[in-house]
């Protein structure tokens, strides 16, 4: 156990602060304070934290190109269960723990759901006791920061390394790896064998900062581990550059410094869309070959067996991003331990496990060949001979042209990503039920039909603890109250909730906490952006990134078909709604833009107009990120999950409001469908088109919106809005909503599913009603929300994929 009294706790502050800012606690800010407390708390953890490289038990290595992991300082002392000994410890010098806890940066190192797996997957393998660690990149700005100006989004940098540094990192400088770019391979006779001998490359230096991941009360520790790209020596001068492309004046010298620091120096903002940027390919094979050198490098020191490399490490690759660890692995087995292409290839397909995580064509990682051949020649090379040995057994088990073009990993120049991943992986999973089915029916089905057994489904989940015990205090101790503490251990426990649905006292208390929770969120609106909500109002809230396939779209048509009905009607009788909206748009995605531009006109407009009396109010929160979502989900009574079916693989933000009991209203989509299985159909509300309505039209066509259009009155009204100047300054951006939903057809079903989304919206305002049912409804989902927590989820990643067969 972690154990420290509240006395030695004060000394240790004490004497941190002094040797970090050489001042006293009455001199130092909050943010100040808040360093040494992380400080503080990364010497209380030091002697747990020790590099556990030489354990005897398998280890797993998560690659990913993002890591979206929120402030640490609540959840670390929460998983410590140190909370209550600093908290009055601080109290004795004066300092509010809360106000520290507010202080921290957030790290906006992802874009959104794939990098927020990733962080909820860490906290639950130190949570299980799994040695699993992260890998990705210390990227100096994370995702823009995002400002509204005239209702235009407008991105600023996120300089979150304001002075170089961050609270919870140790650099660790001694386990610093060179990658190389660029240059000739040669293949020369060394012993008998041919070997790749590579020159002229350009060397980056990854230097490696920790941040600690603490498991929930069991002195459990991994690790985060984020690459910076550094010049290779880091006393910069003309006189130590290595790099023949830059060697001479000192101009060549800036050059070089400028080329490595490049690729740590900005996440890109794209999110499901492919970003065919060199930069992006470099990104990619620093933070793979950075990883896997290092992977290497301790297992060099452990001196096992080269042979049994996968009975000890297991890699896992979210999404395709850090597929180049295929041929990484491959390059370090045959170039520098000198094994055969046979071992190797064989040692890698038993180490890589895969994760996919979307349908959507752009979202799918093609690399052309030349950039591939330029930029990383031996891993070129070493594709180049996985395809052709893999199109060999194609051949010779199919006779089938165009499924081998289909099949194969290089196809009209380019490089595919995926299929790379399935040829030199042991396992490929979906993130939900139906995603998974999609991939063996639809999308994957040459590679299911080739290798049934190599595919499984791995349903996302989200980490309770900081989705529910931290981040909603109130609801975490009335379930304790009421069901003990195993819950917070074995969500499944979670369903004893059940044996109060009846119990009109626990649905009261239930209904009090939410409104507490929709008070603060109120008192924060007004005092952000001015604007008066009403806590009795229903929040209806929809918070992910702004995407047409998620349909924000759908969301605001419905709010404007709402504001008419009120404008006809003006007695009109409906429980009064708050509509609270979250997204960033990627910078260059017009249309995305667009839709943010129209809401907050729409939001302008109805919030003030006296005529409707209140009933209906639209926010729009700026720059929305995980300390916000922390803040918005504990206060939420409607979750809006409204994607067009197949579209949304799994989806998290769902689990999150699930579990905070919020109502979802939703479409047959991802992990909606299990959220419908858990709590049957009295307990969310689904509307729309199935999935398999979806695919049929995709297939074989039959949906004009033009039609639709022009016999919906409703539809009409609401369209007509965009371009008829009913609502202000938006006749640009009216104009391209406007023509994505008639001219282009409406890619994502937007008028297809708005009849049927403003039936199960009415059917949310009458359920709404009676406040006792509406309890019970929110507590039976509560209940049944155990299944989605994460610890669930990386059990079966570990008992199915990692630790298979051990
Ligand atoms: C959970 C989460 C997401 C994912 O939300 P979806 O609704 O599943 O798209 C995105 N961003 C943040 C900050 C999150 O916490």
Redesign the pocket.
Known sequence: MVRITKQEFKEMFNSKIYSIYAHSINEATNEQLQIVLSSVIKDIIAKYWVDNRLSTNKEVYYFSIEF?IGRQLKSNLLNLQIEEVIKEGLEDMGIDLDDLICAEKDPALGN??LG?LAACFLDSMASLNISGHGYGIRYKYGLFEQKFINGYQVEVPDNWLLHEQYSWESIRPNKAVVVKFGGEVYLEEDNGRLKAKHHGYIPVMAMPYDIPIIGYDNDFINTLRLFKAEILNRDFGINTLYANTFTGSYEQALKYKYYTEEISQVLYPNDSNHAGKLLRLKQEYFLVSSGIQDIINKYRKNKFDILDFPKHIAIHINDTHPTLCIPELMRILLDEEGLSWEEAFDITKNTISYTNHTIMAEAMEKWPVDMMKELLPRIYMIIEEINKRYVEYLNHKYNDNEKIRRMSIICDNNINMANLSIIGSYSVNGVAKLHTEILKKEVLSDFYEDDPGKFNNKTNGIAHRRWLISCNEDLSNLITEHIGNIWKKDTEELKRLEDYKENRNFLKKLECIKIKNKTKLANFIAEEYGICINPESIYDVQI??LHAYKRQLLNVLHILHLYHELLENPELDIVPRTFIFGAKAAPGYHLAKCIIKLINSVAEKINNDKSINNKIKVVFIEN???SL?EKIIPSTDVSEQISTATKEAS????M?FMMNGAITLATLDGANVEIYDQVGEENIVIFGLKASQVLNYNKYGGYSSLDLYNSNFKIKRVVDDLVNGFIPNISKEGRVIYDSLITYNDEYFVLRDFENYIEAQSKIDTLYRDKEKWSKMCLINIANSGIFSSDRTISEYAKDIWFRGC
């Open positions: 979206l959104g759901g927020r992910k990134r929305y990120g995980v979502a989806g998290t933000g769902n999150k």
